[in-house]
């Protein structure tokens, strides 16, 4: 499997599941190649940013801490 194959794959996986051939070809592949792991773990934290409440589309915004509340 080139790495190629490999980050398409990695990608449908996290639409569908994958069929087994796929799914052991990919993780033997991860297993081996240091780059394609670390993608792999890269794209599960960008999917799980992405699905923090409060996310934003404005990159700016989110770099930004939140306010104080105003006091009382």
Avoid: I, W
Avoid at 16 to 30: F, N, Q, S, V
Avoid at 45 to 58: K, S, V, Y
């Amino acid at each position: 499997m080139t790495c190629k194959q490999a980050t398409r794959l990695m990608s449908e996986e996290m639409d569908r599941d994958l069929a087994t051939g796929d799914r052991l070809a990919l993780r033997l592949h991860t297993l081996l190649c240091a780059g394609c792991a670390r993608y792999r773990v890269q794209m599960g934290f960008l999917r799980q940013a992405c699905r923090q409440p409060g996310a934003t589309d404005d990159p700016a915004a989110a770099a930004q801490p939140p306010s104080d509340p105003p006091s009382a």
